[in-house]
């Protein structure tokens, strides 16, 4: 059985940083695209990062420059490093995993592109 675990959120205060994790079992992680996206309250699902099975990456530009992906392959996890947190972060962030083959040159960063879901984790930025 396929799935996805996030792990990592929680309450920070302005300024700090977060390791958010996505463990995969069933599968392996790096032969597929793997993403990262939020949804704050009374707001649509937001893509935000993915990586591609060669270890391309791509960011939206919401999260460019403070957000970093990357993976561990054998943890079988994908990382979403966070920094300079604002209070608009705070949203429940999800990774989801992407098995149709994908050019890496292209983004994969809409919710309908990618076929399982983790069951997200929160995180709240508030001082």
């Known amino acids: 059985q396929l799935q996805l675990v996030e792990s990592g959120g929680g309450l920070v205060q302005p300024g700090e940083s977060l390791r958010l994790s996505c463990t995969g079992s069933g599968f392996t992680l790096d032969e597929n695209t793997i993403g990262w996206f939020r949804q704050a309250p009374g707001k649509e699902r937001e893509g935000l990062s993915c990586?591609?099975?060669?270890?391309?990456?791509h960011y939206a530009e919401s999260a460019k420059g403070r957000f970093t992906i990357s993976r561990d392959k054998l943890k079988n996890t994908v990382y979403l490093d966070m920094s300079s947190l604002e209070p608009k972060d705070t949203a429940i962030y999800y990774c989801a995993a992407d098995l149709k083959f994908r050019w890496s040159q292209y983004p994969v960063l809409k919710d309908f592109e990618y076929d399982y879901w983790g069951q997200g984790t929160q995180v709240t930025v508030s001082s």
């Open positions: 990586i591609m099975r060669d270890g391309t990456t």
